[in-house]
């Protein structure tokens, strides 16, 4: 199925399709840096650990850079990406994560050690059977510091959690109406100038052609969003936090491809209304 006015790209251009180069991308992440990092989590060393998490930083950063180069080709292809599937959709804010997501990731992982914490000090979290042998298990190949590293977060942490989702409600709806000034331009430009041009596919075309380069400027300044919130996550953070923090978000993104999941999603007949973006 061709994309949305793919015929108005900006270039015509025989590079790699963006769904081929994600798919590296995305195999490099799942068999290369993301074993890495794993084996530095699990080793009593911590020398190689700020390394490897520096290499899956940058591997994430540079997805971005990989669809701003695309979106100067063709923003159409970025914003309604064909290689995503209907588990990712909803989690997609300008063809791509949501920045939301980063810090409500980072506050689930302190949530979860924190909540499990209290209930076990009120005595309201009464192991199930075989847990324990679970626990100890999955203890023996995860230093302390790792173990310990989401209990009880520095208030300095906290504050930057604080600051950078405070920076997010105040960066993210203007984008949103960016592109709704965008859309409305668009429909106003059409209609004014349909019944000027006696080829109305030509009409279109101008039109369409100028909503492609005011989406790009908003598609790029999204993904300069969201990079600078994955950098002040891992500066906020120690080289544990950091490193856990980039291992959940890797495997965020690994469990979108879990078939089975997947098919369970498809199958589904309940509308998903938990997930809104504003878009």
Known sequence: MPRPFS???????????FKDLYEDWFNTLTNTLLPLLR?????????????????????????????DLAASNDVSQMLFPSWRNSLEIPFLFLGDLHPYLFTNLLRSFIDAANNEKDAE???????AEGSLLETFEYS????????????????NLMLRIEQIECGLRLMVPPLVSRVKKVQAAFVGRV???WAAYEGKKMALEEAVKVEMEEMLGVFVDANRLRRSVL?????????????????????????????ALLGEFERCKIPINGVHWGL
Not at 39 to 65: A, G, V
Not at 121 to 127: E, I, L
Not at 140 to 155: F, G, H, I, R
Not at 241 to 259: M, P, S
């Open 191 to 193: 209609a004014e100038k």
């Open 7 to 17: 015929f108005f790209s900006r270039k015509k251009t025989t590079t790699v399709p």
């Open 121 to 127: 000090k009120n005595g309201f979290n009464y192991p």
């Open 140 to 155: 023996l190949d995860k230093p302390w510091p790792v173990l310990m590293a989401w209990t009880n977060p520095s208030e």
């Open 231 to 259: 950098i002040e996550i891992v500066n906020a953070t120690d080289v544990y936090q950091g490193a856990l923090f980039l291992e959940g978000l890797a495997q965020f993104l690994i469990g979108f491809k879990d078939r």
């Open 39 to 67: 084996q530095s989590l699990s080793s009593p060393s911590p020398t190689l650990l700020p390394f490897r998490r520096d290499l899956l930083l940058q591997h994430f950063l540079s997805h971005y850079d990989f669809l």
